[in-house]
């Protein structure tokens, strides 16, 4: 039993409030910055108020963008970074439940096996793998090319009787290059196959009994188990895919690709002007949308997984 001391009870208050200003101080400053004018923010103090530039910042990222990032509207960075952020989720969860799944209920070779081979890609980090997958990325059919090498059949035809199979196929500048690279996920692939390991044996026995094969068993029983799941991972995953910044910036050289990420460092690293603070700020408040309205969005489920203790 925990004592109830008033110490102790000031002393956790204290705590608790200072860690939510440490964390709400950064954003506070981001906000208000997005609303003064730039030689505003290039005095000190820095102003801890709202000022009245907010209406012309905004305008200006939304409609013109900035000359020093290509003259991009901030809604075509915002609208690449969400189709990067959505696509990754939906992905990776696609992808891992439907790994968990398999490994979990279904009987073949070498079953754990190909667990663990998913599961030890996790001491791979991104860095490890940034340079090979860049190049299959460059050229789809590159890992084909180097087997035909080593058999002694150069070149980027493949000519078949009637048809010549061209071996150059690349997704840089492209959606498709941005995401699919970033859609496989050991992590999880892993919570999914732990999560139903715990759903008791009766429910698929009673499913079998009733006839419901392994597709109408994964639709109408395991995926409405894993919708808190589902939603945790997919908040986590929607950030994770939404903050990218190392891998845009290796397969995009057309402006019309830049993600909001990209457009915000582009921002700041610019030669022989001072950065445009109050721009960079109202870019950075905006950027930060998205996120927080999927939180705030999945809140609901996330409290429902914290209460259920049934499934």
Known sequence: MVENRPWLTVFSHFVLILGIGVVALPLWVTVVASTHAGEDLLTSPIPMWFGDNMVDNYRQML??????VS????????????VM???????????????????CYFQFPLRMTCFWMIFITLMLPVEVRILPTYEVIANVFTPLTKLLNLLGMEGTEIVLPGITIDLDLSMLDSYAGLTLPLIASATATFLFRQFFLTVPDELTEAARIDGAGPLKFFRDILL????????????????YGWNQYLWPLLVTTDPAYV???MGIQSMVNVADIEPQW??????????????????????????????????
């Open 85 to 103: 952020a959505l696509s990754i989720a939906i992905g990776k969860i696609a992808i891992s439940l439907i790994a968990a799944f398999a490994i």
């Open 224 to 239: 409405p188990l894993s919708r808190t799941n589902i939603a945790a991972l997919f908040v986590i995953l929607f950030i």
């Open 71 to 82: 003259g991009q509207p901030l809604t075509l960075m915002m609208f690449n970074s969400l």
């Open 278 to 311: 109050n721009l960079v700020m109202t870019a950075a408040t905006l950027a930060m949308l998205p996120p927080v309205a999927i939180v705030i969005g999945m809140q609901r489920l996330f409290v429902k997984g914290l209460v259920e203790t049934e499934k």
């Open 63 to 68: 409609g013109s963008g900035m000359q020093h």
């Open 259 to 261: 993600t909001i990420v």
